[in-house]
T-cell receptor, first 112, second 113 residues
């Protein structure tokens, strides 16, 4: 079963743009890709979702290539409060059975 | 109200105890989820209820028993747990049973002794 993989960690400085990728080779045909932010001892918080191409909201952008086997979350001008773990979440059908799969998570540390 | 509440916040139980975790939402969502999260790992889906019916059971051991009394409430009954079941248990809800915008509660930190 292919894992939905992300870089383990990233460091960035305040004010920079951060791009976090997720590889999801087994994404189900009709499923959306969603991204979540999680702070310690809290539940994940929804950031953005998309199906293909580019989606933008007030906090982030999501880029999805045509084959949909990966996605990139873009956080513009990060601040210290963006230090958190970021997860992608996709639906997959690795052997015919539908499964919700969280990515391995990326620990983002924003430095002053 | 966009909040999912979970009680208790912390729970310590012995391996012979029976306890329950509770989750509540008042957003009119028709899908509710239980996840288990170990330290420094992503959440793992356990159960999904859609329109108050169990739609997904991710091969969870029978010592975990979910219950959905109505569209706003979700329980997880625990019995004869093992120390390796210690984790953060997260409840979530969404408008329907798709993998889209899920609202998560703060979780219950469970320790099995």
């Amino acid at each position: 079963l292919a894992k939905t993989t992300q870089p383990i960690s990233m460091d960035s400085y305040e004010g920079q743009e951060v791009n976090i990728t997720c590889s999801h080779n087994n994404i189900a045909t009709n499923d959306y890709i969603t991204w979540y932010q999680q702070f310690p001892s809290q539940g994940p918080r929804f950031i953005i979702q998309g199906y293909k191409t580019k989606v933008t909201n007030e906090v982030a952008s999501l880029f999805i290539p045509a084959d949909r086997k990966s996605s990139t979350l873009s956080l513009p001008r990060v601040s210290l409060s963006d230090t958190a773990v970021y997860y992608c979440l996709v639906g997959e059908r690795p052997s015919g059975t539908y499964k919700y799969i969280f990515g391995t998570g990326t620990r983002l540390k924003v430095l002053a | 109200d966009t909040e999912v509440t979970q009680t208790p916040k912390h729970l310590v139980m012995g391996m012979t105890n029976k306890k329950s975790l509770k989750c509540e939402q008042h957003m009119g969502h028709r899908a509710m989820y239980w996840y288990k999260q170990k330290a420094k790992k992503p959440p793992e889906l356990m159960f999904v209820y859609s329109y108050e019916k169990l739609s997904i059971n991710e091969s969870v051991p029978s010592r975990f028993s979910p219950e959905c009394p109505n569209s706003s409430l979700l329980n997880l009954h625990l019995h004869a747990l093992q120390p390796e079941d210690s984790a953060l248990y997260l409840c979530a809800s969404s408008q329907d049973g798709q993998v889209r915008e899920q609202y998560f509660g703060p979780g219950t930190r469970l320790t099995v002794t």
